[in-house]
T-cell receptor, first 114, second 116 residues
Framework: NAGVTQTPKFRVLKTGQSMTLLCAQDMNHEYMYWYRQDPGMGLRLIHYSVGEGTTAKGEVPDGYNVSRLKKQNFLLGLESAAPSQTSVYFC?????????????FGPGTRLLVL | AQSVTQLDSHVSVSEGTPVLLRCNYSSSYSPSLFWYVQHPNKGLQLLLKYTSAATLVKGINGFEAEFKKSETSFHLTKPSAHMSDAAEYFCVVSGHGSGNTGKLIFGQGTTLQVKP
């Protein structure tokens, strides 16, 4: 049971390039989330999904797109990377309504946009 | 709307002394509250959570937190710090309300330094 895994661990992009971050969970969780972590700001929710085929915007969705084609995977895409998207990205999953449920986090992806 | 404020960005203690990390929250609803810990270059791990049961919540590694509704606080404590406790700690409130899916709202984080 690997829990939540993220690919890649680290990436450097040039401004304007695109990339996709992959999150996979093997716990059969319905809910999945993408956060970004910036110094002094905690984690902020980018997008989330309440089930296969559904996605919704979080607190800071601009510049990102997501897809949840399979229950176990949640993809985060950057169509045209900007330096402001330099951050650490965390994926998380939970079995149900996160108000009372624990969210399980992946190890993170460090992204540097030059 | 929910929000959470961690009152200290950095706390330094000596090994073997008590730890207190302070957190105040704001919520229009009965909140669920969490403390997560993040060790350097690692993901976040749940320490403990409050979900309207006992107000004193015990977590892993000897940590505990007390929910005080009158003070809107959820401070994290540990009687005796260990070197391995050095990490960043996040106080988190879970959103409630119509149409909400329980999105987590994070505090800014408190860095705990433990000196030998």
């Amino acid at each position: 049971n690997a829990g939540v895994t993220q690919t890649p661990k680290f990436r450097v992009l040039k401004t304007g390039q695109s990339m996709t971050l992959l999150c996979a969970q093997d716990m059969n969780h319905e809910y999945m989330y993408w956060y970004r972590q910036d110094p002094g700001m905690g984690l902020r929710l980018i997008h989330y999904s309440v089930g296969e085929g559904t996605t919704a915007k979080g607190e800071v969705p601009d510049g990102y797109n997501v897809s949840r084609l399979k229950k176990q995977n949640f993809l985060l895409g950057l169509e045209s990377a900007a330096p402001s998207q330099t951050s650490v990205y965390f994926c998380a999953s939970s079995p149900g309504l996160a108000a009372k449920e624990t969210q399980y986090f992946g190890p993170g992806t460090r992204l540097l946009v030059l | 709307a929910q929000s959470v404020t961690q009152l200290d960005s950095h706390v330094s203690v000596s090994e073997g002394t008590p730890v207190l990390l302070r957190c105040n929250y704001s919520s229009s609803y009965s909140p669920s509250l969490f403390w997560y810990v993040q060790h350097p270059n690692k993901g976040l791990q749940l320490l403990l959570k409050y979900t309207s049961a006992a107000t004193l919540v015990k977590g892993i590694n000897g940590f505990e937190a007390e929910f005080k509704k009158s003070e809107t606080s959820f401070h994290l404590t540990k009687p005796s710090a260990h070197m391995s406790d050095a990490a960043e700690y996040f106080c988190v409130v879970s959103g409630h309300g119509s149409g909400n899916t329980g999105k987590l709202i994070f505090g800014q984080g408190t860095t705990l330094q433990v000196k030998p």
